[in-house]
């Protein structure tokens, strides 16, 4: 009997052990703040990736991978509005899915390279602030247990900001492919902290080969540059812009007309010039049910057509001219690394603040756009904000919408198949709201979230501008270079 007993004992002890043993694994892994930043994003995008999408952008961008499957030539034959990257992405991915005939694993396919651009807005986030703190923390001396706790402390909240953001889960789900931008804007960041100039090159024309915005920083930053960083700088450049070079070879008029034609967009969105339309249109906006429909400037005023880029020149040159004022002595004396992570995150996203404010067609996933400057400060305000205007006016953009009856059939017919979930929670409370409310009602809640928009993004563009200015060092004796 006794020897029953310590048999069983043993096997039980055996059984904890192996159990132990195969526990210990996902447990030490879940410790990892990486890894569990990674199974939250993941986590929270999982419905938005596999049930949904926005039926404008991604059934066009089903469209042209298609078309360019069946031999059309891109920007030649097919009016696209991209940058070659975004539709090259979309190509492969779509060409690799086999199951073509399940919208959901053509949702899968398609959205998976910006699902993984997020985690790397991620992990580039916890990089970049456990960089920060261990050049706090340490002038050759070992980390400390409490300064280890820290800085993971520091990741994970960071990481947070990225994994929670709901403009970026939004944008990310519904089929865009800004993430990859708000990815390559990060990496330069992580790459000016380090001084490298390749890397910050390299990731700038990336971003400018999947928008044509990814190079706007780039004034802000090649001053704090020395004659050594000239040829891995450009050769950044020429390896980044990769992408656009068969297209320049092979259709230049036809791509560079695509790329001219990508600042004529409709005033829409969050952008002021948009607040003004709808005061001019008296509370009425405009309907846009497809892509030809963003480009269609007919009934805008003069002063909207024409007046948001000399703005944008004059608010971008007027804080640039102040900058390089104040920071002469400073880049021309010091490296780019020794300078403040606040001071290199604001180089390069206020170039993107002045844009957002300033352009005529900024929609809604530009509250993704500054995730990576929310994370980097720990702005939780902001981050509140951004998350109630992706709320407020998706909600309003939807609802309105609705008073169109053919926009908003094809938009249900696109987005949520009849039954569906989706058209069940949303679709039919949207249509009796329609039914029992006027349109203008939702116009001015669309007004007013681009009011909340304007005024809380220019107090972030005038503080940031500030502590810039103000935040100059002291000037110091000039370096032979």
């Known amino acids: 009997m006794a020897s029953e007993i310590d048999d069983t004992t043993a096997e039980l002890h055996k059984f904890n052990h192996f159990w132990n043993v195969i526990?210990?694994?996902?447990?030490?892994?879940w410790m990892k703040p990486e890894a569990r930043i990674i199974f939250l994003l993941l986590l929270a995008r999982f419905v938005f990736v596999v049930f949904t999408h926005w039926g404008m952008d991604f059934d066009f961008y089903i469209e042209i991978s298609e078309r360019i499957f069946n031999g059309e030539q891109?920007?030649?034959?097919?009016?696209?509005?991209?940058m070659p990257l975004v539709d090259l992405i979309y190509l492969a991915m779509y060409t690799i899915c086999p199951w073509k005939g399940s919208i959901v694993a053509v949702r899968i396919f398609l959205k998976f390279p910006f699902l993984l651009s997020d985690i790397g807005i991620a992990l580039a986030v916890m990089k970049i602030i456990e960089f920060e703190c261990k050049k706090e923390f340490t002038e050759n001396n070992e980390l400390t247990t409490e300064q280890l706790a820290s800085i993971r402390k520091a990741k994970l909240i960071?990481?947070?900001?990225?994994?929670?953001?709901?403009?970026?889960?939004?944008?990310?789900?519904?089929?865009?492919?800004?993430?990859?931008?708000?990815?390559?804007?990060t990496m330069v960041v992580y790459y000016l902290q380090r001084k490298n100039w390749f890397g910050v090159a390299f990731f700038a024309a990336l971003g400018t080969s999947v928008k044509y915005i990814g190079i706007i920083f780039l004034p802000f930053v090649i001053f704090w540059m020395r004659k050594e960083d000239f040829k891995p700088f450009i050769f950044g450049l020429l390896l980044g812009f990769l992408p656009i070079y068969p297209f320049l070879i092979i259709c230049p008029e036809a791509f560079i007309r695509t790329i001219i034609n990508r600042s004529s967009h409709i005033a829409y969105g969050f952008a002021l010039w948009h607040a003004i339309y709808i005061i001019w249109?008296?509370?009425?906006?405009?309907?846009?049910?497809?892509?030809?429909?963003?480009?269609?400037?007919?009934?805008?005023?003069?002063?909207?057509?024409d007046l948001y880029m000399p703005v944008f020149i004059a608010v971008y040159s007027l804080i640039f001219v102040f900058y390089v004022i104040k920071w002469w002595k400073t880049m021309r004396s010091e490296s780019i690394d020794q300078q403040s992570l606040s001071t290199i995150t604001s180089l390069v996203f206020i170039p993107l603040l002045i844009f957002s404010l300033t352009f005529k067609a900024i929609n809604i996933q530009v509250l993704a756009w500054f995730i990576p400057y929310i994370a980097l400060h720990k702005k939780l305000d902001l981050a509140l904000e951004y998350t109630f205007l992706t709320l407020i006016n998706g909600a309003g953009l939807i609802i309105y919408g609705a008073y169109d009856p053919i926009s908003f059939a094809k938009l249900i017919a696109l987005a949520a198949g009849e039954g569906s979930l989706f058209n069940i929670i949303l679709i039919q409370p949207i249509i009796y709201i329609q039914e029992h409310t006027s349109e203008k009602i939702w116009a001015t809640v669309i007004f007013i979230s681009i009011i909340w928009f304007l005024v809380r993004t220019l107090a972030e563009l005038l503080l940031c501008s500030k502590e810039l200015l103000s935040n100059a060092?002291?000037?110091k004796p000039t370096l032979s270079l």
């Open 473 to 475: 060092p002291k000037l």
């Open 23 to 29: 526990s210990d694994g996902p447990r030490k892994l």
């Open 158 to 185: 960071a990481g947070y900001f990225v994994a929670f953001s709901l403009p970026l889960i939004f944008q990310t789900g519904g089929g865009r492919y800004d993430s990859l931008l708000i990815f390559c804007f």
């Open 74 to 82: 891109l920007y030649v034959d097919i009016d696209s509005t991209h």
């Open 281 to 305: 249109n008296n509370f009425s906006i405009k309907y846009v049910g497809d892509i030809e429909a963003t480009y269609d400037t007919s009934d805008e005023p003069w002063f909207v057509k």
